[in-house]
């Protein structure tokens, strides 16, 4: 999975509005059925969203959508661990945290855990696509590292839309890639996310 031609880093937060829970699904759904891979936190709200929308997936043979989860902290509450055995079953379960021990994390041993994982999330993506977020959240965290990687930032219309600070100022002062592209742009479909993040024009499951 981690090999295939187009990985997509799809982060939000956890208290995201259900419009932007539903466009997540949607976008997800819509790449995973393309032959991308969406990588996503497995927590509540928007990687919820982004991994059940890309199981919902088919491709044109019937293949099932495929998801990466990485994991900062142990599984909880059961819903998740359900949700844990499907991505299991048709993608890769990633735990940075012992499940056991994970238990009794210090807040701040959880905290680097968290940390972790959103360094995780935006190496495994050839670029991030951020549908909701908030000044000082994890979800900026994790846009941070991607754009340390030099992984493109691709923020939902939505965001820019709603005059997010931490968005406009991405915007206003972009930083460039090796030829000179804008790190950061805004999208508002799988296509758009796609074209930015792929050179080929269609991706075709392998």
Avoid at 26 to 55: C, F, K, N, Q, Y
Avoid at 90 to 108: C, H, K, M, R, W
Avoid at 185 to 195: C, K, L, R
């Amino acid at each position: 999975l981690t090999e295939r031609q187009l990985r997509v880093s799809i982060v939000g937060s956890r208290d995201a509005s259900d419009s932007a829970r539903a466009d997540a699904r949607r976008v997800a759904r819509e790449l995973a059925a393309r032959g991308a891979v969406v990588v996503s936190g497995l927590a509540a709200g928007i990687d919820t969203a982004a991994h059940e929308g890309a199981l919902e997936a088919r491709s044109p043979s019937g293949t099932v959508g495929r998801t990466i989860a990485v994991m900062g902290t142990p599984l909880s509450p059961p819903a998740n661990a359900r949700r844990a055995r499907r991505i299991a079953e048709y993608g890769l379960l990633i735990s940075l945290a012992p499940q056991v021990n994970g238990l009794s994390f210090t807040d701040e041993e959880r905290a680097e855990s968290l940390r972790a994982r959103n360094r995780a999330i935006a190496a495994l993506g050839l670029g991030s696509l951020v549908m909701a977020g908030k000044e000082g959240s994890s979800t900026l965290r994790e846009v941070a590292f991607s754009l340390e990687l030099g992984h493109p930032v691709l923020l939902w219309h939505s965001i820019v839309e709603e005059g997010e600070p931490w968005a406009i100022r991405l915007l206003e002062n972009p930083l460039l890639d090796s030829q000179g592209r804008p790190l950061v742009q805004t999208v508002s479909s799988a296509a758009d996310v796609e074209e930015a993040l792929s050179p080929w024009s269609t991706v075709w499951w392998l």
